[in-house]
């Protein structure tokens, strides 16, 4: 999933992003209300944005009013200092989805984010399947022709997104930006070195391949040879 971080606190936003990367999530970070709104309008398909209230040049409830004003409906998770009930119905009220108050704990967090992701698509979301491999977004299981199928957490989000576009050719600059959150660099071959793990793992040895190299585009996950 990608996910937007809009914090001011560098420590706090470096925190966030590392901890939600680790859980397999393409993270973005502003550090002010404008950058938010700049990069929502760029890349408008976030799963999810945790958006702190107090922030440099436009705070955290005007750009939720924003977004909610332009018909931009990502679930929100609000972060604050503050913890005064008249601030958190003022957040809900203009469009929030949950509101978290500072301190915080990390599993918490996280908790709230997975909640907020099941309701973004539905309470349950349906496994995704392709031939005998499947993926169980709700449980994080992958099995193929009943094997269970342990991937770390890039690996997984790796999976996750070819399953998704199953039978369309991703270019490397496509998985970099949707599973790293990253411009592509040509000069590393972290995509090529991930999608070989990601294939040892589940094109077993007899089993019908079904991660492709596309000669020149990128790959494809496909029951197509």
């Not at 990608?2 to 393409?26: N, P, T, W, Y």
């Not at 099941?118 to 094997?147: H, N």
């Not at 997984?156 to 998704?164: D, H, M, N, V």
């Not at 660099?185 to 094109?203: A, C, P, Q």
Request: hydrophobic share 45%; glycine share 8%.
């Amino acid at each position: 999933m990608r996910i937007l971080v809009v914090e001011d606190e560098r420590k706090v936003a470096s925190f966030l992003r590392q901890g939600l990367a680790e859980e397999g999530h393409a993270v973005d970070v502003a550090s002010d209300g404008d950058a938010a709104l700049d990069l929502i309008s760029e890349a408008p398909a976030y799963d999810l944005v945790v958006l702190d209230v107090m922030l440099p040049k436009r705070d955290g409830f005007s750009v939720l009013k924003t977004l909610r004003d332009q018909h931009l409906q990502p679930p929100v998770l609000m972060l604050t200092a503050r913890d005064g009930v008249a601030d958190k119905v003022a957040g809900l009220d203009l469009g929030a989805d949950d509101y978290l108050t500072k301190p915080f704990a990390f599993e918490e967090l996280l908790a709230r984010v997975r909640a907020l992701l099941r309701r973004g698509r539905g309470q349950r979301e349906p496994v995704l399947k392709l031939a005998d491999l499947s993926l169980d977004p709700s449980t994080r299981a992958v099995t193929r022709a009943g094997r269970r199928i342990t991937l770390t957490a890039r690996e997984y989000a790796l999976l996750e997104y070819f399953l998704r576009n199953a039978g369309r050719v991703l270019t490397r600059p496509m998985i970099a930006q949707h599973v790293w959150a990253i411009d592509f660099d040509s000069e590393t071959n972290i995509i090529d070195v991930y999608v070989g793990y990601l294939r040892r793992k589940i094109d077993g040895e007899g089993e019908r391949r079904l991660l492709h190299t596309v000669r020149g585009a990128g790959y494809t996950l496909s029951t197509d040879p």
